[in-house]
């Protein structure tokens, strides 16, 4: 991680996504964080579905836990997948992130 403090982490993508990790270690980073803030999201091609893969995911994870995520991504979330293979799993982390933005998701409590 680049920086801690409390319950916020903050992560370099590449750190965070991709290289390979267990969901599993998704789930303990949601339990153990608020927040957690991931910088340098890149747009995803066939050449970066693996950890477009791990993206989602860990996105997966967070909304479950009601993680406040806060991303700074190369493009707007509707253009971050560009390939097909993982498009019906993508338009679920999409909606997600999406919802994440609302009001509504920011006010729920975190589920450790």
């Known amino acids: 991680c680049k920086r801690r403090a409390a319950q916020v982490i903050w992560f370099d993508f590449e750190a965070l996504c991709g290289e390979q990790r267990a969901v599993a270690d998704y789930i ?8 957690v803030l991931i910088s340098a999201v890149p747009q995803f091609n066939v050449d970066r579905e693996d950890p477009a893969l791990r993206f989602v995911q860990m996105v997966d994870e967070f909304y479950d836990r009601q993680v406040k995520l806060v991303c700074s ?7 971050l997948y560009e390939g097909e293979r993982l498009r019906a799993e993508f338009a679920r982390g999409e909606s997600r992130l999406i919802e994440m933005q609302s009001e509504d998701y920011l006010a729920r409590e975190h589920h450790a």
């Open 28 to 35: 303990e980073i949601g339990r153990a964080h608020d927040a």
């Open 73 to 79: 991504a190369a493009v707007p979330i509707i253009e």
